[in-house]
């Protein structure tokens, strides 16, 4: 039977994206530096739109009335304008800038500024440092440390440290507010017990400190996020580093969760023009204009808040994480999160791509959040992250001439209720980048 030519009439249907669809999408899987430009982008294109500040600028009478005669008359006067990348003495002197301090401490500050090495820490040395004031200018030891604690108050935390248990103990005190009493506590003990810690000495420090040995893990993971060298991000050359999208800060009976300010910046009608288009005719191109500006300043606000909903998931589902560490992570998927927040999967995906949040462990990708279930003995379930955290806790004790091998670190994993083939023990610790025990073994022996 020959086929023959014909015309019919069908109904079908098929999902479009609108541009405003297209656009909403696009942003909420932009990085924080990507959404940067497409807003600079967007500022250039459509002149009704600007950046709204926050709060008005301050001017400068009242920067007059805030700062000090005195301490201002001590600062050098080719600060950086704003906006010119800073470095480590600039951005001190600039907060010294904002202080009462008297004119002789702001002089005693600056010179000890003078004498911070590339990592932010102080040779305090009293009698050295006289020797860089001005000729006949007697200072007491005690203006000195005076003018010492005014300087480690500063930004970074750490700076002006005088050796590494000092520059741990002020970031401690810097971010008090982020770990639980007990474990701020046994961390700062611990910063006097390093060269035990170093030496992976567990028993000698449970003893020494008198806890159990879960709160010196607990107080051992709090000084690992904490940085060694406070001034490293004020190098010269330069430095890219994660600025988080979101802070996780403890509150009471909980964690309460923000989205950084710093990071994205408010976008608005210009108000003097809208004004004076309020009530005319437009043409067909400005009211284009208009409506692309009203469409980009509705996506961001939808970005941000699908953003602060999937973030304060995050926060009451990895509660136990907050309190304790990465070995107390739940095993998650974007699925769960997607049902919880009736969204869709890739709407989850993309509010996580490149998203960064400060927690009290450091910062973390919101991805991070998210693994692979890893059943207990007992039934329970827990995440490959926290099965690693184990693993690394178990690595950091090892005996310094005997090793643990694969198949005994997951004996000893089946002892702790995680029972895991000794193949996937090799896939994690390769994936925690630690070379086998034949390898840990031959570099021990060559240490010693």
């Given at each position: 039977?020959?086929?023959?030519?014909?015309?019919?009439?069908?109904?079908?249907?098929?999902?479009?994206?609108?541009?405003?669809?297209?656009?909403?999408?696009?942003?909420?899987?932009?990085?924080?530096?990507?959404?940067?430009?497409?807003i600079a982008q967007a500022?250039?294109?459509?002149?009704?739109?600007?950046?709204?500040?926050?709060?008005?600028?301050?001017?400068?009478?009242?920067?007059?009335?805030?700062?000090?005669?005195?301490?201002?008359?001590?600062?050098?006067?080719?600060?950086?304008?704003?906006?010119?990348?800073?470095?480590?003495?600039?951005?001190?002197?600039?907060?010294?800038?904002?202080?009462?301090?008297?004119?002789?401490?702001?002089?005693?500050?600056?010179?000890?500024?003078?004498?911070?090495?590339?990592?932010?820490?102080?040779?305090?040395?009293?009698?050295?440092?006289?020797?860089?004031?001005?000729?006949?200018?007697?200072?007491?030891?005690?203006?000195?440390?005076?003018?010492?604690?005014?300087?480690?108050s500063f930004d970074p935390?750490?700076?002006?440290?005088?050796?590494?248990?000092?520059?741990?103990?002020?970031?401690?005190?810097?971010?008090?507010?982020?770990?639980?009493?007990?474990?701020?506590?046994?961390?700062?003990?611990?910063?006097?017990?390093?060269?035990?810690?170093?030496?992976?000495?567990?028993?000698?420090?449970?003893?020494?400190?008198?806890?159990?040995?879960?709160?010196?893990?607990?107080?051992?993971?709090?000084?690992?996020?904490?940085?060694?060298?406070?001034?490293?991000?004020?190098?010269?050359?330069?430095?890219?580093?994660?600025?988080?999208?979101?802070?996780?800060?403890?509150?009471?009976?909980?964690?309460?969760?923000?989205?950084?300010?710093?990071?994205?910046?408010?976008?608005?009608?210009?108000?003097?023009?809208?004004?004076?288009?309020?009530?005319?005719?437009?043409?067909?191109?400005?009211?284009?204009?208009?409506?692309?500006?009203?469409?980009?300043?509705?996506?961001?606000?939808?970005?941000?808040?699908?953003?602060?909903?999937?973030?304060?998931?995050?926060?009451?589902?990895?509660?136990?994480?907050?309190?304790?560490?990465?070995?107390?992570?739940?095993?998650?998927?974007?699925?769960?999160?997607?049902?919880?927040?009736?969204?869709?999967?890739?709407?989850?995906?993309?509010?996580?791509?490149?998203?960064?949040?400060?927690?009290?462990?450091?910062?973390?990708?919101?991805?991070?959040?998210?693994?692979?279930?890893?059943?207990?003995?007992?039934?329970?379930?827990?995440?490959?992250?926290?099965?690693?955290?184990?693993m690394r806790g178990l690595?950091?004790?090892?005996?310094?001439?005997?090793?643990?091998?694969?198949?005994?670190?997951?004996?000893?994993?089946?002892?702790?209720?995680?029972?895991?083939?000794?193949?996937?023990?090799?896939?994690?610790?390769?994936?925690?980048?630690?070379?086998?025990?034949?390898?840990?073994?031959?570099?021990?022996?060559?240490?010693?």
């Amino acid at each position: 039977m020959r086929a023959q030519p014909s015309l019919e009439l069908g109904q079908h249907q098929h999902l479009t994206l609108t541009p405003q669809l297209r656009q909403a999408l696009a942003l909420l899987q932009c990085s924080s530096q990507e959404l940067d430009q497409e807003i600079a982008q967007a500022l250039a294109d459509n002149p009704l739109l600007e950046i709204a500040d926050p709060e008005p600028a301050v001017q400068a009478e009242q920067l007059d009335r805030l700062w000090s005669q005195p301490a201002r008359a001590a600062l050098p006067e080719d600060l950086p304008e704003p906006g010119q990348p800073l470095g480590l003495i600039d951005h001190l002197l600039q907060q010294l800038h904002t202080t009462r301090a008297t004119e002789r401490d702001c002089l005693l500050v600056i010179r000890l500024m003078g004498e911070l090495d590339e990592r932010g820490y102080l040779e305090f040395d009293p009698a050295a440092l006289a020797d860089g004031l001005p000729p006949g200018l007697e200072v007491e030891d005690e203006e000195w440390l005076t003018a010492l604690s005014l300087l480690q108050s500063f930004d970074p935390a750490g700076v002006a440290a005088r050796d590494l248990p000092e520059c741990l103990r002020l970031q401690l005190r810097a971010r008090a507010d982020e770990w639980p009493p007990d474990v701020l506590a046994c961390a700062r003990r611990l910063t006097e017990h390093l060269e035990d810690l170093g030496a992976g000495r567990w028993g000698r420090l449970c003893a020494a400190l008198g806890c159990e040995r879960a709160l010196l893990d607990a107080a051992h993971r709090v000084l690992r996020c904490l940085d060694p060298r406070p001034a490293g991000a004020w190098r010269t050359d330069p430095v890219h580093y994660v600025v988080p999208d979101v802070l996780f800060h403890r509150a009471a009976g909980g964690w309460r969760v923000s989205l950084n300010p710093a990071v994205e910046p408010r976008v608005r009608l210009n108000p003097e023009l809208a004004d004076g288009l309020e009530g005319q005719a437009l043409s067909p191109e400005l009211r284009d204009r208009v409506r692309e500006a009203r469409s980009l300043i509705h996506n961001l606000d939808q970005r941000r808040q699908t953003i602060l909903r999937v973030a304060e998931y995050l926060a009451q589902h990895q509660r136990a994480f907050l309190e304790s560490g990465v070995a107390a992570l739940r095993p998650l998927t974007l699925r769960e999160v997607a049902q919880a927040l009736e969204l869709h999967e890739s709407t989850i995906s993309r509010a996580t791509r490149l998203k960064y949040a400060q927690t009290p462990w450091g910062v973390h990708e919101l991805k991070f959040f998210f693994g692979t279930v890893v059943q207990t003995r007992s039934g329970e379930e827990t995440s490959a992250l926290a099965v690693q955290e184990l693993m690394r806790g178990l690595l950091a004790a090892e005996p310094a001439g005997k090793p643990l091998s694969d198949m005994r670190l997951a004996q000893m994993l089946s002892e702790r209720d995680v029972v895991i083939a000794r193949r996937t023990v090799a896939k994690y610790r390769e994936a925690m980048g630690v070379p086998p025990a034949s390898v840990r073994k031959a570099r021990g022996a060559a240490d010693r």
